[in-house]
């Protein structure tokens, strides 16, 4: 059996999975508009999550779990499916007055990776938080 991971440990792995993100992200998006964007989110879940945890009187280890699963999840959503979402976002950004039309397979990905991570979490979370 093994022992229940410490608050600590939780900081650690949110700050090596931020890491990740961070450098998944920079060499997922086109462009220094989306790079920016990609980039803020870690900021923006500092900000929301821990409040909104803190109100809710969730852990600071649970906060780090669901922080560190939230930031995974677009790693593992995006970094497949990088270089068509790529292109999409710089035709996009190009041409902002045209819709860029929708990659079938990318949507089918990013919806079917989305729902396995959230299931993942759920089934993960007896055993890690």
């Known amino acids: 059996?093994?022992?229940?991971?410490?608050?600590?440990?939780?900081w650690?792995?949110?700050?090596?999975?931020t890491v990740v993100y961070m450098a998944a992200m920079y060499w997922c998006?086109?462009?220094?508009?989306a790079k920016r964007r990609a980039f803020i989110a870690p900021l923006a879940g500092w900000i929301f999550l821990l409040p909104n945890a803190a109100i809710k009187g969730y852990s600071v280890s649970?906060?780090?779990?669901f922080y560190s699963?939230?930031?995974?999840?677009?790693?593992?959503?995006?970094?497949?499916?990088a270089k068509r979402?790529?292109?999409?976002?710089?035709?996009?950004?190009?041409?902002p007055w045209d819709k860029v039309?929708?990659?079938?397979?990318s949507m089918y990905?990013?919806?079917?990776?989305?729902?396995?991570?959230?299931?993942?979490v759920v089934y993960l979370w007896p055993f890690l938080a």
Not at 62 to 65: A, Q
Not at 85 to 95: G, H
Not at 109 to 120: D, H, L, N, R
Request: with cysteine; hydrophobic share 50%.
């Open 1 to 10: 059996m093994h022992a229940p991971l410490t608050t600590d440990d939780w």
């Open 12 to 17: 650690l792995i949110a700050a090596g999975v």
């Open 29 to 33: 998006m086109p462009t220094p508009k």
């Open 62 to 65: 649970h906060t780090l779990y």
């Open 69 to 81: 699963c939230a930031l995974l999840m677009f790693v593992i959503m995006l970094v497949p499916v």
């Open 85 to 95: 979402v790529a292109s999409d976002i710089a035709e996009q950004e190009a041409k």
């Open 101 to 105: 039309p929708r990659n079938t397979f």
């Open 109 to 120: 990905w990013m919806f079917g990776s989305a729902t396995g991570c959230i299931a993942g």
